[in-house]
């Protein structure tokens, strides 16, 4: 998910380089005031070492700014790839994965905001680690590979430790991302909760607040855990200083003029050395946040017919054929319930009523007509094509679904503010007392169930595409205007020219239709023409 190019590992490293002689310059001119090295007593040093200090620091904002610009770039740029990530990715990942995935895949992206300074802290700290080292080095290689080997055994009790808690940062991962899906209960069913007091008890004790014990608890391990850790490399650090100033003078290996260097370079580079051990947190998250993006990437996977979908400008539609169409929501085991075998031919201006049980696939062929399921077999001809006939497809489709819903903000490319057309429409949807303007925020307030699909089949119209999909539109409509939503909307509807085809159960009005299409166990078991009300209420039920 996160790849350093070329180019970005050599800005590092021309940034890394001549920051660390130059940071190392500092520590060697400490070194030696401090051990009465006369050549650096002189006036001119403090002039050279403010230098050196005035040039690191320059050099540090010009990197940082470098720095924290490509990350943010890749951060930003990765969240608007997770976006279209969801927007295009098939409608049945969205209903298997959930929309907690899209929360904490973003969740998991922030994560590298950390990113500038963990690589800025890594890059110095080991640097000045390795010229700190070769300084050591430099008076006394005996006592250098001693304390090298002093510090990496307290690096390695801290490493061990932390790599075991990758598996439990996860788990951590996995907590939240279950308490973002009961925050989605409750937003999305909070009249529901409020009708049931065991329902919302049940919620509370039995999923939320055992969940957020359980994160609290291992949260609260994990944070101890690394706070205990890091207390290892400051007082490891200690033990390394106590064999400096007392084991290897008494054994003759340091000479005692080397003490005072060898202390000033072990508490110069304790920061480097605390840099990188606290730092492998931050790595950790790194793997766990970057392991779940590539997962919720190829869960959310594009398919090839979603990417680049062919649109033709101005599509006359004439007829739309379905040909041996099923859809298997198990590809493995189509014993379970399935669309299919749908044979259909839907031709321009015909008004369709499509009706059935609960459970009838009324809704699966809806999905597979608009093009949100792509058919399992068989084939789907617009005007007698079937090849890439996709995005045709959803561009001649205006719906108004069951769950409907109402945008934030306006994302077509109409217009409504001074719009005739859709002030006409208010006043035959009778919206035009409780829509006072023609404002998109007064067109995007809170409406009633029955309000709102009636502002839905609005801007459906506003489309201006030849078929129009009503799913359950009727309803949530009160008897008096579901019978004019029969009566005067949809002849209205059929004189504009439009292919109506609606989903519902009002036989009092099928009459109205041209064709009545009934669903039973995933397949069409009747295909009546309208002739009388009496005639096809008879065909229908026998």
Partial sequence: MIRLKIKNIVYIILYALPNT???????????????????????????VFLALIGYTYLLNIVFQKWLNKFAFDVLYDNEKKIFNQILSAPMRSLERFGSKRFLTAVEDLRTFSQLPYTVTHTVNSVLMLVLCLVYMFSLSSISALIVIGLIAIVAACYFVVINSMSSQVSTLREYNEDYYQYVGDVIDGFQELKLSFFRRTNLMNKFLVPNRDLAKKLDFKISYIFLSVNLISQYGLYVVIAVILFVLPGMGILPRADVISYVVIIMFVSGPINNLINLQQMYTRFIVANSRINRFLNDFKLLANDVNLEVTESLEFESLVFKDVYFYYDEENKESFALGPINLEIKKGETIFIVGG??????????????????????????????????????????????????????????????????????????????????EESARRGFSKGQSKRMSLIFALLEEKPIIVLDEWAADQDPQFRKYFYEELIPKLQEMGKTIIAVTHDDAYFHNANRIIKFDYGQIVRDVPVISRQELTESLWQ
């Fill in 21 to 47: 002689i130059l940071s190392f310059g500092i520590v060697y001119i400490i070194n030696n005031v401090l051990s009465g090295n006369q050549a650096f007593l002189g006036d001119h040093m403090g002039i």
């Fill in 358 to 439: 609960n459970g009838s696939g009324k809704s699966t062929f809806i999905n597979a007509l608009t093009g949100i399921y792509d058919p399992s077999m068989g084939e789907i001809a617009l005007n007698g094509k079937t090849e890439n006939i996709k995005g045709d497809l959803q561009n001649i489709i205006s719906s108004v679904f069951t769950q409907n819903h109402i945008f934030s903000n306006n994302y077509d490319n109409y217009k409504i503010e001074g719009n005739t057309f859709y002030n006409e429409w208010l006043e035959i949807m009778k919206l035009k007392e409780v829509v006072a303007d023609d404002k």
